[in-house]
């Protein structure tokens, strides 16, 4: 998958996904989180959605891949969790000079599309409730999961719209990908509860003119 097909998106689906970014960092109480996607012509990262620190002026922002901790998860397929980046030799320091925010902890997913790494899902900062980096590690490998199911669900309702332009449309039910968000990640407090179900209506609003053959959950 091509930054150019999020390039070409719509509000709806940019909206969808920024806002399942939200859901990253409120449920991690993250300074911020972000997905990097890998430009295909290139390998580069580029920023595609933002949420807290650097959401105004990050998105189209890119690093050579590889870069960082971001780009070790890239690479290497793995998510890391790093409590203190000072001594650890996949940070880089000047990469997040220029994003204008140095962190203290970064957590990095690869997400996963058809056995591809396709980008990455960055969270900075979380707050410091008491929690084991197994239980993190596994959180934050479930919603790269379910962040690469959204990507690849735009790529396809995309190809769609372009092939049925002339087709009435009307929208699936996208709620369930929230839903399984929420589900699976560490239970959230009243706030974080609120927002997700704020979201899970905001997804079936948005959404509600797609096309209808296009599968809302192909796994099930």
């Not at 998510?79 to 140095?102: C, H, K, M």
Request: proline share 6%.
């Amino acid at each position: 998958m091509s930054t150019d097909v999020l390039e070409s998106a719509g509000i709806p689906q940019r909206r969808l996904l920024q806002s399942i970014v939200e859901v990253a960092r409120s449920v991690f109480g993250a300074a911020a989180t972000s997905v990097m996607l890998v430009d295909p012509s290139n390998g580069d990262l580029v920023f595609e959605a933002v949420a807290g620190e650097g959401e105004r002026h990050l998105l189209g922002s890119r690093f050579p891949g590889g870069t960082g901790i971001a780009g070790w998860a890239m690479v290497s397929g793995q998510p890391l969790v790093v409590d203190d980046v000072t001594d650890n030799p996949q940070f880089a320091r000047d990469a997040a000079e220029s994003t204008g925010y140095v962190p203290r902890s970064i957590m990095a997913a690869p997400l996963i599309c058809d056995g591809d790494c396709i980008g990455v899902l960055e969270v900075l900062d979380r707050d410091s409730r008491p929690r084991s980096d197994l239980g993190d590690m596994a959180s934050l490998g479930l919603l790269a999961i379910e962040m690469a199911t959204v990507l690849d669900l735009i790529v396809q309702l995309r190809k769609s719209e372009a092939e049925q332009a002339a087709a009435p449309k009307t929208g699936p039910d996208l709620s369930p990908l929230l839903q399984r968000v929420a589900q699976r990640l560490p239970r959230a407090d009243e706030k974080v509860s609120a927002t997700v179900t704020r979201l899970l209506t905001m997804a079936d609003d948005l959404l509600a003119d797609v096309p209808a053959d296009v599968p809302a959950d192909g796994d099930g």
